[in-house]
């Protein structure tokens, strides 16, 4: 049955049926709380819809489950910085350090300095020829520089 579910919520995403899809994530959901996949998925769509809050719930959850998910995490961080939620995203910064076992050489002080870490998370995934990730981090190293300079973010689908 989950494997039905979350086929046909791929199908209803690819046929841009929003709608059908977030219900059928749901259903899922109500069926196995611990659905990665659906969390994901569930998640993404809530983004589509600007629901941020919802989305960095769903998110959390998948990363509670799946602790090593960078893809995931990196897009927490990106919704935190959209929210404004900086602290956070130091937060959520240490916990990808933590998980690459890296260390935190600076003390973050400023959003530049949170960039620079950042920068350092893109060298480490590039070694690790993790490249999607990596761009991801490399888009958030640019949003945090941007937001330093008060220049507005141009977001882009993530």
Not at 26 to 47: H, P
Not at 93 to 120: P, Y
Not at 137 to 149: K, M, P, T, V
Request: aromatic share 6%; charged share 25%.
């Amino acid at each position: 049955m989950e494997e039905c579910l979350t086929l046909l919520g791929k199908f209803y995403i690819e046929q841009n049926n929003i709608v059908k899809a977030e219900e059928t994530y749901r259903r899922l959901l109500s069926i196995n709380q611990k659905s990665v996949n659906a969390l994901f998925s569930l998640g993404r769509i809530m983004f589509q819809k600007s629901d941020l809050n919802e989305t960095l719930s769903l998110w959390k959850k998948a990363v509670e489950i799946e602790p090593t998910l960078f893809d995931i995490r990196l897009l927490i961080c990106k919704v935190n910085i959209s929210l404004g939620n900086f602290e956070d995203v130091v937060v959520d910064c240490d916990q990808l350090l933590q998980i690459l076992n890296m260390s935190r050489e600076i003390t973050i002080d400023s959003l530049s300095e949170l960039a620079i870490v950042f920068n350092s998370i893109v060298e480490k995934l590039k070694e690790r020829n993790e490249f999607q990730p990596a761009e991801t981090a490399y888009r958030i190293c640019g949003d945090l520089e941007q937001i330093s300079r008060n220049i507005p973010i141009h977001h882009v689908n993530t």
